[in-house]
């Protein structure tokens, strides 16, 4: 199964400020996947990133907000721009696709005061 | 769309008993898969099991196991032998069998707090 490596694993940010998660996997995959998780709740995907496109984004999320770069196959970012309270969540990455199972990454917890 | 139910927000087992959690999903497709995942306190997302709707036998790891009843749409999680380990949020999950872009997604339920007693 691949090992996804999140950066950081926590931030307390500014309210205002941008903060870039990134999310780096030890092995080549077409298709990479972001999630949010708010407190005590499930998760939502944000977006799918696939390698040389655009980022797919679910309702609710918009580009401007949560810019995604995917430069190769192995790695991504997810910049949360101009936070505010509301954005405290924790930010997951995930890669797997067809018959394999979704792996993630361990989570950026994000705070904003 | 498809949707995926968790109706029991907390539920709590004695250590080494037997525990159930319900799971149930709305879908059209005839071909998918639907997936466990625990999330302990770490916040890190592990999968429990997984079981592809094609197959009939339902899928088994260790001490958990799965009832998966295709027709009513439903997919129960079994704990046996439970530990305090095993406490966690448990997700029950849906991806369509179909691939490309964003069919490739995992939509998860609310989650099912379990609380093992010691």
């Known amino acids: 199964s691949a090992v996804i490596s999140q950066k950081p694993s926590r931030d307390i940010c500014q309210r205002g400020t941008s903060l870039t998660i990134q999310c780096q996997v030890d092995?080549?995959?077409?298709?990479m996947f972001w999630y949010r998780q708010q407190p005590g709740q499930s998760l939502t995907l944000i977006a799918t990133?696939?390698?040389?496109?655009?980022?797919?984004?679910e309702s609710g999320f918009v580009i401007d907000k949560f810019p995604i770069s995917r430069p190769n196959l192995t790695f991504s970012t997810l910049t949360v721009s101009n936070m505010s309270p509301e954005d405290s969540s924790i930010y997951l990455c995930?890669?797997?696709?067809?018959?394999?199972?979704?792996?993630f990454g361990d989570g950026t917890r994000l705070s904003i005061l | 769309a498809q949707t995926v139910t968790q109706s029991q927000p907390e539920m709590s087992v004695q250590e080494a008993e037997t525990v159930t959690l319900s799971c149930t999903y709305d879908?059209?497709?005839?071909?998918?898969?639907l997936f466990w995942y625990k999330q302990p306190p770490s916040r890190q997302m592990i999968l429990v099991i997984r079981?592809?709707?094609?197959?009939?036998q339902n899928a088994t790891e260790n001490r958990f196991s799965v009832n998966f009843q295709k027709a009513a749409k439903s997919f129960s999680l079994k704990i046996s032998d439970s530990q305090l380990g095993d406490a966690a949020m448990y997700f029950c999950?849906?991806?369509?069998?179909?691939?490309?872009?964003?069919?490739?997604?995992?939509?998860f339920g609310k989650g099912t707090r379990l609380h093992i007693l010691p």
């Open positions: 995930s890669v797997g696709t067809g018959e394999q199972p979704q792996h």
């Open positions: 092995s080549q995959v077409t298709m």
């Open positions: 990133a696939n390698q040389g496109s655009e980022a797919t984004y």
């Open positions: 879908t059209s497709e005839s071909d998918y898969y």
């Open positions: 079981q592809e709707a094609y197959k009939q």
């Open positions: 999950a849906y991806r369509s069998a179909f691939l490309g872009g964003r069919d490739d997604k995992i939509i």
